[in-house]
Each structure stands twice: as C-alpha cells, then as structure tokens.
C-alpha cells in the first residue's frame, strides 16, 4: 500500500449487554442522549474517525438494536454473540468481517456515547505509527472496578482487570477505557490466542495486550479524559452523560456565535442548528430537527421540535412549534401559540393564544388572539389558508379546509366555515342581543334559594 493510500478500517461496535441496571424494557444502548441514542452517537464518532465500515455486534433477539444500526450506519454488518463469554468472544462474533482484511480494527463499545471522534482518531493514529495494539487509557479519580494498564520501561505490556489485579497494580491510577485498536493483520491471530484463565472464566479483550507483548509486537496507549470515556449502566449516569452532553452542545453553540442567557436551563438536540447572533433566553428546549437562523430570538420557557425560524423572527415566550413548523424573516409568533405543520411568512404575526396547525399564515397577516385553525375531524388533517396582510380578529375559528383571501378581514368571534374572497369582511357569529333588566330579575328570583344554603 503506497503512502497516498487510505487504509482500510473497520470498526467493531459492541452492543450485546443487556443492560439489566437501566430497569428498562428498552436495550440500553438504545436510550438517548440528547436526542440520539447511545449506540447512534458511537456510530457517529466511528464513522467521524474514519472507519470506513462499521461491524455491529448484538445479543440474541435484538432486532430492534439492528434496526437502529441500519438507521445510522445502513451499510453496516451485523453479527450476533448468541452467548456471553466476554468481550473478545463478542469481537470474534465478528470474524467474518475481520478476516476481510483491513488495516485497521477498532473495538469500541456502544455503551460510551461521549466518545469523540479525534480520541477514537487517534487510536488510528498509533497503529499507523507502528503499533499493532494501542488501548485508550484515563487517570480515574476512583479506580476501583476498572482495569489497570501496566507498563514496563515506558510500553504498554498489559490490561489487568480489577478482579485479576495484584495490590500493587491495583494502586495503579491509569485505567483502561474499553476501546481498542489493533492492526487487522495480526487481529484474528491476537484474538484466537486469548483464553479464558481469569477469575471470571471469560474471555477478555484487554488480554490481547500482555499477548502482543509477549510475542514482541509493539503496544501502546492515548489518554482521554475520565468524562469521555464514562460508560453508562444506570439511570444515574444516564444523566450524568445527558448533562455532559448538553454542556459540550451549549459551549459549542455560545462559541459558534448564539448568546444563551441562562445556559444551564436550555437543552439542545445532538443536531439543533444555531446561527449567528441567535439569542436563547432562559428555559428553552430543542426537541430533534430544529434550524433557527441568524439574529432569531428565542424567548423563554418555549419548546421546538422540527421547526424552522428564520433570520430575525421571534418565538414565544411560552411557545410550542412542533414537527413542520417553519416560521419566516420578521415573523413573530407570541405567548401561548403552538404551531403544527404550518407556515408563517414573512413578517406575519401570531401573537398570543391561538393554535395554527396544518396551515399557511401570508406575509404580513395579523391572526388575533385566541385563533385557532379547527384541521382535524377525528379521521382527516385538513388545511387552512391565511392570504397575505389578512387579518383575523380574536377568539375566531376557522374550520377547514377553507381559504381567507389576500388583504381579507375577519370579524372577532366568527366562526368561518367558508372561503373568504380577498379584500372582503367576513362574520360568521351570531346577532347580539340585550334585554334591558334580565340580569336583574334573574338575581332577585334565586337569592331566596342562595339564603336557604
């Protein structure tokens, strides 16, 4: 392979723990943090460090873990480790694809999603530097449980786990993180050479290293911070790893130009889009799907899943927009408004009270307080459409489908079950009438009974 060659990597996700510690009928792996899954952000960062192909490997049963690697990584090969006997048993679950041969294999777990990319990039980088196993280590503040990496005149020459450990390399602080690389010429003969003479009878990964070693092959490690590299088990570091998330998003947003006033009370989606100048005030959530563009603002305690708001328009506060939501340049949508599948144009104004679902609001239009598009009959959507500079007084209904015309007037109250010609005034309400004393008379004949209570 000449130099200008790209190697040919493969990445080894494993995802066959059952995670019995998240009390949940879901796998594990397929909980979510910040909106994506656990295994689809390992997949991303895999795919991000330049694994060209991706080997998955589940449990027995598991359809529903191989339906979401298919959705992340659809060309990726699944393999089935129909019995636990440790984690290099579940790398050999994939030995067809080993013996494909690559340069490069990478055995990450689907359990660690904050994993970046130029962490698992640099395990690459240690192989293509000469080594045939390189193991990513952290200084554990507690390392109790985790395995220790040993080394001798500065190599790396073994992973013990906790349980195998003697007291002295127990006191050791370096610990290993889970993810492997290891040159895809020597892999299956690393592999086939671990046993499983250990206090758990298993068959462990990290053996290949004191392997390697001992034949002379060339070891070594990268360090990643303890945070990176957390596995989640429980619904406590569920959280955990939530917040760290969210806390990379929010400092990635506020440096790419967003201003978050309060930025411990906003949560972000793995993909919210944020321009330039953006202002987010306190108490806002981004579902999946979100694009707000530049000098947009986003006012308190409102909440957005795949909607769209362009340069300098306004949402909330108290604002829903849900899927379909595209709000336009300088369009304002207010206080207590939700939105469903429908589009304010430019300028257009949806200000306090009202739900427009299924439905278009024209450039520059007025829609009153207490508005609301009635698009669903219990079996259909159907939809409404607000012309250009209309204005729709308060408390109004309109039943769809129906249009109201460009320049058009709508009567506060009305019920409009009709299309509305442009430029015209529709009411659809009920005469008013008064009758001078009722109230009056109405009073006088119950306050016998309200005395008797």
């Known amino acids: 392979m000449s130099e200008a060659e790209p190697r040919r990597r493969l990445a080894i996700v494993l995802a066959a723990g059952e995670g019995v510690r998240m009390k949940s009928a879901r796998p594990k792996v397929l909980h979510e943090i910040a909106g994506r899954s656990m295994l689809a952000h390992v997949l991303a960062a895999v795919a991000a460090a330049g694994a060209g192909d991706v080997a998955l490997v589940v449990g027995p049963g598991r359809d529903d873990v191989a339906a979401e690697a298919r959705k992340n990584a659809p060309s990726a090969s699944l393999f089935v480790q129909m019995q636990r006997r440790g984690t290099a048993h579940a790398v050999l679950a994939a030995r067809e694809a080993i013996a494909r041969g690559y340069d490069d294999i990478l ?3 689907a359990d660690i999603p904050l994993l970046r990319a130029t962490t698992l990039a640099s395990l690459f980088d240690s192989l293509a530097e000469g080594a045939i196993v390189a193991a990513l280590g952290f200084a554990a503040r507690d390392p109790t449980g985790y395995g220790r990496l040993i080394e001798k005149d500065g190599a790396l020459v073994a992973i013990r786990e906790h349980k195998d450990a003697s007291q002295t390399e127990r006191a050791i602080g370096l610990c290993n993180a889970g993810p492997i690389a290891v040159s ?12 499983s003479d250990n206090a758990a009878g298993e068959f ?49 947003a506020m440096r790419e130009g967003a201003t978050l006033i309060a930025p411990d009370t906003v949560f972000l989606s793995h993909d919210t889009k944020l321009g330039r100048d953006v202002l987010i005030e306190p108490h806002v959530v981004f579902g999946k799907g979100c694009e707000i ?9 409102s909440h957005l899943q795949g909607a769209r708001v362009a340069a300098g328009a306004s949402v909330g ?34 200000n306090h009270l009202s739900y427009i679902g299924d439905a278009r609001v024209g450039a520059g239009a007025n829609v009153g307080a207490g508005t609301i598009t009635c698009n669903y009959d219990g079996f259909s959507k159907f939809r409404t459409d607000i012309g250009a500079g209309a204005f729709v007084g308060s408390n109004s209904s309109l039943v769809a489908p129906v249009t109201i015309g460009a320049g058009a007037y709508i ?6 079950t009709d299309d509305v010609e442009p430029d015209a005034l529709a009411l659809g309400r009920s005469r008013q009438v008064a009758k001078a004393g009722w109230a009056k008379a109405f009073r006088e004949r119950h306050k016998p009974k309200k005395a008797d209570e």
């Open 107 to 109: 055995i990450v777990y």
């Open 184 to 195: 895809g010429a020597h892999a299956l003969e690393l592999l086939d050479l671990i046993g």
């Open 204 to 252: 462990y990964l990290t053996d290949i290293v004191a392997i390697a070693a001992a034949i002379g092959l060339a070891a070594t490690k990268r360090i990643a911070p303890e945070e990176e590299v957390r596995g989640v088990n429980d619904r406590v570091q569920l959280a955990a790893a939530e917040a760290a998330m969210q806390g990379r998003l929010r400092e990635q």
């Open 293 to 301: 563009a530049e000098g947009a603002v986003i006012r308190a305690f």
């Open 317 to 350: 506060p108290y604002a829903r927009l849900r899927p379909g939501a595209d709000i336009a340049a300088g369009a304002k949508v207010g206080n207590f408004v939700e939105l469903k599948n429908a589009v304010v144009e430019a300028g257009a104004k949806v």
């Open 411 to 416: 009567g506060s109250g009305s019920v409009v």
